[in-house]
């Protein structure tokens, strides 16, 4: 035996997990080794209006504007709740929703990945993807974001803390560690 743990191959999502939270928290790579640790479907809304649009979210919300935008992506998390038990990103505005946030909680599992401000800003930055930072003072604009968001994203069932310096798969396990008390959601495996 190497030493490796690997309990969590003996584990069964029983709902899907939706990690929720600021851009830039780190929910599609930490989404993608959570998948990969409990052996399920990774799968990211932002990804699913992209493709179903056939256009990026900057687009669409230009085209489109935002009202649009959160409708298509309240029919995309329902479609992606209705599927087998999987890991679900989701966009930063996303859990603002109250329509989401019960949908996600009577589903799934919410969980926050709380990351402070300078850390959010540290990783989107030098990003030009995040259409709601096209302002002249994109700082400003994350730190008003992250102000009005952070009571809401209070409200998911579990939170973990993003920290500069904790490797991905080091928060895919804390996230794990969090679900384990939740048999409802992940439980052993009857082998």
């Given amino acids: 035996m190497d030493g490796r743990d690997t309990r969590a191959q003996a584990l069964a999502l029983k709902k899907t997990v939706v990690l929720v939270g600021m851009m830039g928290a780190g929910k599609t790579a930490v989404g993608k080794a959570l998948a990969t640790a409990l052996r399920v479907p990774f799968r990211d809304s932002d990804a699913e209006i992209e493709s179903a649009a056939n256009m990026s979210i900057a687009e669409i919300f230009e085209r489109d504007g935002e ?5 298509r992506e309240t029919q995309i998390i329902s479609r ?3 599927g087998p038990p999987a890991v679900l990103s989701t966009g930063g ?9 019960d949908m996600i909680t ?3 599992v919410a969980v926050w990945l709380d990351a402070a401000l300078p850390v ?10 995040r259409p709601l930072l096209r302002t002249p003072d994109p700082h400003a604009t994350l730190r008003d974001i992250y102000e009005a968001r952070v009571p809401v994203y209070r409200l ?6 993003s920290e500069t310096g904790r490797s991905v798969e080091d928060m895919a396990a804390r996230v794990i560690e969090m679900l384990k008390a ?6 052993d495996e009857e082998i």
């Fill in 80 to 82: 992606l709740l209705d």
């Fill in 120 to 129: 959010l800003w540290n990783r989107v930055r030098h990003k030009s993807t």
């Fill in 156 to 161: 998911a069932d579990l939170t973990v803390t």
């Fill in 106 to 108: 009577r589903r799934g």
């Fill in 67 to 71: 009202p649009f935008f959160r409708a």
């Fill in 182 to 187: 939740r048999p409802d959601v992940l439980a």
């Fill in 93 to 101: 505005g996303a859990y603002m929703r109250a329509e989401n946030r």
